[in-house]
């Protein structure tokens, strides 16, 4: 968790500091960085916007190891005792290298090329009203179509970054998907163990059911769904153009609304901020309340 808070503020800052805009027209796909308004040079630009898809490679990662870490724990695998010894560092190299892969994907394979830049030139005109120099950008530009004999030049190097873009993001949402229908399952057989589970703990387990589903609405919704639309219409030649600013909005929101089903869902969160709210925010003096028991596999859970 400590891992997954650093992360997202760093890649946060990274965001406040490019705020890139996702376009796509016809068959390319791009992150634009307007240069006028930042204090870095453009080849500083150009990197930063590299280290941006790596921190959004590396994003798909880390939400699907934490679904992982979420199963192990509710359902006791003995993979969880990876977590607790020093293989807990290769879980966390894999979103690592999973960063350093787009991020090479992005100022390597899908670099600016001067075809790209001028058949971006005449949409980015029309849509921002700005010359395609006024920003610096990375994209897959995957093949351009002639309108007289109905050729096609393949650009190979864009099409292979998109290949590792798309199998990340279908390898992410399949680890989220499974793991979220194990943990559904886990909690719903924990449910109704009635005969061997408190109430309190029957409540939190419900709690902890209902904070999943949403959990796994969220990243579906506003990471994997708008990215997978994106590229898919790309393929075909059908760019979504102004539409993907939508795309630039969810990826922004989504660190930010991740948490907050935990938050509001599961009692001892919602109880924990309603302290501090009075403690600090109006002044009244805490109630001393009496600790009672909980599931150790639930709060742990909880954590998670």
């Not at 292979?160 to 992410?172: E, H, K, Y």
């Not at 419900?206 to 898919?232: G, R, Y």
């Not at 009672?292 to 954590?303: C, D, G, I, R």
Request: with cysteine; glycine share 4%; proline share 5%.
């Amino acid at each position: 968790m400590v891992f997954i808070s650093v992360f997202e503020v760093l890649y946060c800052i990274l965001e406040v500091c490019l705020v890139p805009i996702h376009y796509s027209y016809r068959s390319s796909v791009v992150v634009l960085i307007r240069t006028s308004d930042k204090i870095f040079n453009r080849h500083t630009l150009l990197i930063l916007d590299s280290f941006y898809w790596g921190f959004f490679g590396s994003s798909l990662s880390i939400f699907a190891i934490h679904f992982v870490y979420r199963y192990l724990v509710i359902s006791g695998n003995p993979l969880l005792r990876t977590f607790q010894s020093w293989k807990f560092v290769l879980w966390l190299l894999i979103p690592i290298v999973v960063g350093f892969m787009w991020a090479f994907t992005g100022i390597v394979l899908c670099a600016p090329t001067e075809e790209f830049t001028e058949f971006m030139r005449k949409p980015v005109k029309e849509v921002f009203d700005e010359d395609i120099e006024e920003f610096e950008y990375l994209g897959a530009f995957m093949y351009e179509r002639s309108s007289k004999n109905y050729s096609f030049l393949v650009y190979w190097g864009p099409i292979a970054g998109m290949i590792i873009m798309c199998l990340t993001v279908f390898a992410s949402f399949i680890v989220i998907v499974v793991s979220g229908i194990k943990c559904y399952l886990r909690i719903k057989q924990l449910m109704s163990n009635v005969s061997t589970t408190s109430s309190r703990c029957q409540a939190l387990q419900s709690q902890l059911f209902h904070a999943l589903v949403v959990q796994t609405l969220i990243p579906m919704i506003l990471l994997h769904t708008p990215v997978t639309l994106k590229f898919a219409f790309a393929i075909f030649d059908a760019g979504l153009g102004p539409y993907c600013f939508f795309m630039s909005m969810t990826i922004a929101l989504y660190p930010a609304i991740d948490p907050l089903p935990n938050f509001f869902i599961i009692s001892p969160y919602r109880k924990a901020i309603k302290k501090i709210f009075k403690v600090y925010l109006l002044g009244k003096k805490p109630k001393p309340n009496a600790a009672e028991p909980v599931n150790q596999t639930s709060m742990t859970y909880v954590m998670g």
